[in-house]
C-alpha cells in the first residue's frame, strides 16, 4: 500500500481526537468513515465536526464549503462495516492497552488485508498494539496533537515490526493532509515530544521540591527569559498533574516530592480547581515577569537537551525531526538541538556533568551522543558543528528558518519558513538571510525575492516570543533590514496574506512588492507599546504620504492590498490567481535586464532619496556615464536596431 492507493479512510472514534482527525482528512479530500461505538457519541462528533467547519469558514481560513467537507464523511457504529472498503484505518480510542488490542484484533479480521492500521496513542506501545493483529507490519503510530484541526504535527511512529512501506505511507498521507509529519523510528516510550517534555516539568518539580526556587519563579523564567508559551507548572496544571505522575510511576522514575503532595491532595490542576495555582477561589497563574529574576534556566534545558541527544543517538530520530516536533508540537520557541547548538554543547553537557556530580541522580547523566558531540569539538554552532552542520569551511551551511534556491538565471528566491509562527523573523532567520546574502556570490544573482511559507503569511513580524529576556542594548535590528535595502541587486516582496510589523519593514525594505488581494498590511508595534524598529518609520514616512505614514503607525491597524496600492505601500494589488503571473512577469525583467544598470539605478535611487535633488543628480550622472561604457548599453542599443530582445551578460 502507498499513499496512492489510499482513498477511503476510517477514523475509529468520534470524540475529541476522532472527530478532530475526520475533519483533517476529509478536508484534505478524502472520503472518511467516523465510527464509534453508540450512535450518540457519533452524532456529537459529526456536529462538532460542522460546528468547526462552519468557524472556519466564517474566519475565511478554508475555501471549500463545510457541506462539501462534510459530504465526504459518513458515520458508522457497526465496525465491520466502517473498516470493510477502508484503506487506512486511524484508531483513536480511549488509551487503554486492552481497549486497543481488541480493536486491532477486530481489525485484523475485519479490515482489507493490505490496508494500513494506524493508532493515534500519544503513550502506549505500538509493538504492543500491533502484536494483536495478524500483520504487524502494516501497523503505524500516528500520533496527532489535540486539536488535529489546529496542530500541525504528527508523529509517524514505527513499531518493532513496522514496514517501511507502511510507515512511509502514513508519512506521505500526513503531507497531503497538509500537516508536518515527523519519524520516529523506534517505539520509546513518549515518543520525541513527550520523551523531550518530559524533563521541563520534572527539573522545575525537583527545583522547587529542593527549596531551589519557587513555582512561580520557575514559570516566570521560562516563559519572559525562554520564550517558552507556558511555564512547567502552568503546563502541568493545564494538562493534569496526575498524568505525569503516572508516567514517571509506570517509567519506574523517582516523584519529586511537590507532585507526590499535590497528587495526595488530590490537586491535579486546572480539572480540580486547583493545582500549583488555584483556579477556583484564585486568578490562576500568578507570576508576573520579573519573578524569574536569578532562576537556573539552563538546568532545565540541559535536561531537554540530553533527552533529545538520547533519541538521535539511539537513531529514534534526527535532530531536525526533534526540532520540528517540539517546535510544532510543543509550541517551543526553538527546537531544543538548534537552541543548545547556539548556546555551545560544553556548557549543556558542563553543566549535566556538575549536577550528576553533585547530586549522583541518574536524571542527569550525559547521554552517549552529547559526549561524543563534545568531545570530537562539535561543540554548536560556534564550531561549525554539533547537532546541525553550519558549513564550516568544508560544508555547505544548513540553515533552519529559511528555505533558498538560486536559479541558472541568477534568482535566488528566499522563502521564510517559519509556518508555526506565520513566519515571525526571529534572530535566527535573520541571521540566516544575512548570511545567505553574504555568502552567495553576487556575480551569480541577478533578482532577489522573498516570500513566506504556509499561504497565511509573509511575516507576522518579529517574532515577539524572542522579545524575552532581550536587553535594551541588544534592540539592534537594523543591520538585518539594511543588509537587504542595500542589497546591490533587485529585490521583490512576494505578499501572500499578512504583512505586519518587521514584516511590512523586511517587505518595505525590497524594492518592490507584489501582494494577492487578501494580504494584509500594517504596523502592530503600538499596541505592544513599540515604534516599528526595523526602518518602517522611516521608510514609510519616505514613501507615503505624512498623514498616511503616521497613521500606519500610530493607530497600528491593518489595512488591505487594494489601500496599500492605492497609497503607494506596494506596486500591485493582484488577484490570487494571477498572482504567481504578475510575479513572474516583474521577475523576468529583472533577471534578464541589464545587471549592471540595475545595481546603479537601485544605488542612485536608494542613494539619492536622502539627498538633495543636485547631490542626487550628480550620482545620478556619474552612474550614467559609467554605463555608457558597458558592453550591456552596446547590446541594448545593437539589439534596439536589430529588432530583437537584448541579451545582457553585465559587462
Ligand atoms: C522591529 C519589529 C517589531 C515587530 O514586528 S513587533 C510584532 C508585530 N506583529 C504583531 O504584533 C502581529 C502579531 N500577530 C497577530 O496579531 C496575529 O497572529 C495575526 C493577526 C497576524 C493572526 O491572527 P490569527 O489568525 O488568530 O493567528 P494566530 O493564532 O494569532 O497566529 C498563529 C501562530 O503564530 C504566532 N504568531 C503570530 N504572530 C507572531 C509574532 N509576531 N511573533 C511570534 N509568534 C507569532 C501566534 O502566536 C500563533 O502561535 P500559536 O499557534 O502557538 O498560538
Redesign the pocket.
Known amino acids: 500500500m502507498d499513499i496512492d492507493d489510499i482513498q477511503h479512510v476510517t477514523v475509529l472514534g468520534a470524540g475529541s481526537m476522532g472527530h478532530g482527525i475526520t475533519e483533517v482528512t476529509a478536508l484534505a479530500g478524502y472520503d472518511v468513515v467516523m465510527r464509534d461505538i453508540e450512535q450518540e457519541i457519533v452524532d456529537d462528533g459529526y456536529e462538532s465536526i460542522r460546528w468547526s467547519l462552519d468557524k472556519l469558514a466564517e474566519?475565511g481560513?478554508v475555501e471549500q464549503a463545510p457541506d462539501d467537507v462534510m459530504g465526504r464523511i459518513t458515520t458508522a457504529v457497526d465496525l465491520e462495516e466502517a473498516v470493510a472498503d477502508a484503506d487506512l484505518v486511524i484508531e483513536a480510542a480511549p488509551e487503554q492497552m486492552s481497549i486497543k488490542k481488541d480493536v486491532f484484533g477486530d481489525l485484523a479480521e475485519y479490515a482489507p488485508a493490505d490496508a494500513i492500521l494506524a493508532s493515534n496513542t500519544s503513550s502506549l506501545s505500538i509493538t504492543e498494539i500491533a502484536s494483536a493483529t495478524d500483520d504487524p507490519s502494516r501497523v503505524v503510530g500516528m500520533h496527532y496533537f489535540n486539536p488535529p484541526v489546529?496542530m500541525d504535527l504528527v508523529e509517524v511512529i514505527y513499531g518493532t515490526e513496522t514496514a517501511d512501506e507502511t510507515a512511509e505511507a502514513a508519512y506521505a498521507f500526513v503531507e497531503s493532509c497538509e500537516k508536518t509529519p515527523i519519524f520516529v523510528r523506534k517505539d520509546v516510550n513518549g515518543f520525541v515530544v513527550n520523551s523531550v517534555l518530559g524533563p521541563f516539568g520534572d527539573e522545575a518539580a525537583w527545583m522547587v521540591s529542593d527549596g531551589e526556587a519557587t513555582v512561580e519563579q520557575a514559570d516566570a523564567a521560562m516563559v519572559h527569559q525562554r520564550g517558552y508559551?507556558m511555564g512547567p507548572f502552568e503546563l502541568s496544571d493545564l494538562t493534569g498533574i496526575d498524568i505525569g505522575y503516572h508516567v514517571r510511576k509506570e517509567a519506574g522514575k523517582p516523584i519529586p516530592p511537590i507532585v507526590q503532595e499535590k497528587v495526595d491532595a488530590e490537586e491535579l490542576g486546572q480539572k480540580t480547581g486547583t493545582g500549583y495555582y488555584d483556579y477556583e477561589d484564585g486568578e490562576g497563574t500568578t507570576y508576573e515577569p520579573g519573578d524569574g529574576e536569578g532562576f537556573d534556566t539552563l538546568r532545565i534545558e540541559a535536561r531537554m537537551v540530553n533527552e533529545a541527544a538520547k533519541l538521535v543517538g539511539n537513531d529514534v530520530a534526527t535532530a531536525e525531526a526533534i526540532d520540528t516536533g517540539m517546535r510544532l508540537g510543543a509550541?517551543f520557541p526553538e527546537g531544543p538541538c538548534r537552541r543548545a547548538d547556539k548556546e555551545g554543547l560544553d556548557s549543556v553537557l558542563d553543566k549535566l556533568r556538575t549536577l550528576h556530580e553533585e547530586t549522583g541522580a541518574d536524571r542527569y547523566e550525559p547521554a552517549d551522543y552529547l559526549v561524543d558531540l563534545v568531545e570530537s569539538g562539535k561543540t554548536g554552532q560556534d564550531a561549525g558543528e554539533g547537532f546541525y552542520s553550519y558549513g564550516g569551511s568544508d560544508g555547505e551551511r544548513e540553515y533552519h528558518t529559511i528555505q533558498h534556491s538560486l536559479s541558472e538565471d541568477g534568482l535566488l528566491e528566499i522563502t521564510l519558513d517559519r509556518p508555526?509562527?506565520?513566519n515571525?523573523?526571529?534572530g535566527d532567520l535573520m541571521e540566516e538571510v544575512m548570511h545567505l546574502l553574504d555568502t552567495t556570490p553576487t556575480d551569480d544573482v541577478r533578482a532577489v525575492t522573498f516570500e513566506g511559507t504556509g499561504g497565511?503569511?509573509f511575516?507576522?513580524?518579529?517574532?515577539?516570543?524572542?522579545?524575552a529576556g532581550i536587553e535594551p542594548h541588544e534592540k539592534g535590528?537594523t543591520e538585518f533590514f539594511e543588509t537587504v535595502a542595500n542589497y546591490p541587486k533587485p529585490t521583490l516582496a512576494k505578499i501572500d496574506g499578512?504583512c505586519?510589523?518587521?514584516?511590512?519593514?523586511l517587505a518595505l525594505a525590497c524594492d518592490l512588492r507584489i501582494a494577492t488581494e487578501d494580504s494584509?498590511f500594517?504596523?502592530?508595534?503600538i499596541?505592544?507599546g513599540?515604534i516599528?524598529?526595523?526602518g518602517?518609520t522611516q521608510r514609510a514616512i519616505r514613501m507615503l504620504s505624512d498623514a498616511r505614514a503616521k497613521e500606519l503607525v500610530f493607530r497600528?491597524h491593518?489595512i488591505d492590498a487594494e489601500l496599500a496600492e492605492e497609497w503607494g505601500l506596494i506596486n500591485r494589488a493582484v488577484d490570487d490567481d494571477e498572482f504567481d503571473d504578475v510575479v513572474a512577469e516583474y521577475v523576468d525583467d529583472l533577471v534578464t535586464g541589464p545587471p549592471i544598470a540595475l545595481e546603479k539605478a537601485k544605488r542612485v535611487m536608494n542613494a539619492g532619496r536622502d539627498q538633495d535633488l543636485s547631490a542626487g543628480l550628480e550620482l545620478e550622472a556619474q552612474a550614467f556615464g559609467l554605463l555608457l561604457g558597458t558592453e550591456d548599453m552596446q547590446e541594448g542599443a545593437a539589439a534596439f536596431m536589430e529588432d530583437r530582445e537584448a541579451e545582457f551578460e553585465g559587462r
Open positions: 474566519k481560513l489546529k508559551p509550541g508555526e509562527r506565520l515571525a523573523l526571529n497565511r503569511a511575516s507576522a513580524g518579529a517574532d515577539i516570543t524572542g522579545f535590528v499578512y505586519l510589523g518587521g514584516g511590512n519593514e494584509e500594517g504596523f502592530p508595534e499596541n505592544l513599540l516599528p524598529g526595523g518602517g497600528g491593518r
